[in-house]
């Protein structure tokens, strides 16, 4: 039987485990991503504007805790590379609203499809079906604690 200060230790050193594991897994994400030259500010740009659509550079620059200036540069890089497009705001003409490409759209398709193709014939290769449901389960506990 264990006491309470053991439990809670024993959940710190978990807590100190998973948060390694999932940076490593995160970096061999990226891996598999083949961003390219692109760099880690200007692919969290390209993953908001996916998940919440177009925006503002203002806007990105809050969301992505930016200074403006730097939020510039990295909107002109994404321009310059044809990954982002700029619209007059219809309510503002002063703004302009940013949006992705067709273009790069497909790309961050192609990337996720690699990611999720990696990470399946992984599970496939390393796994037993026994421990493939185990991981099943995992997931859902880790839904959980993401909420």
């Known amino acids: 039987?264990?006491?309470?200060?053991?439990?809670?230790?024993?959940?710190?050193?978990?807590?100190?485990?998973l948060r390694i594991l999932i940076g490593r897994l995160r970096r061999r994400l990226r891996e598999e991503a083949h961003l390219g030259d692109v760099s880690m500010s200007q692919a969290s740009v390209l993953s908001r504007l996916e998940r919440d659509g177009p925006a503002t550079a203002s806007s990105l620059a809050r969301a992505e805790g930016m200074r403006p200036q730097s939020m510039a540069a990295t909107v002109q890089a994404l321009t310059d590379a044809q990954m982002v497009t700029g619209a007059p705001d219809p309510l503002d003409g002063r703004?302009?609203?940013?949006?992705?490409?067709d273009s790069c759209r497909a790309w961050i398709a192609a990337s996720r499809a690699a990611r999720e193709d990696w990470l399946a014939r992984t599970i496939e290769t390393r796994y037993t079906p026994a421990e493939v449901g185990e991981l099943d389960k995992a997931v859902a506990l880790l839904q959980r604690l993401a909420q």
């Open 1 to 17: 039987m264990t006491t309470p200060q053991e439990d809670h230790e024993h959940v710190l050193q978990l807590a100190g485990e």
């Open 95 to 101: 703004q302009t609203i940013l949006s992705l490409t």
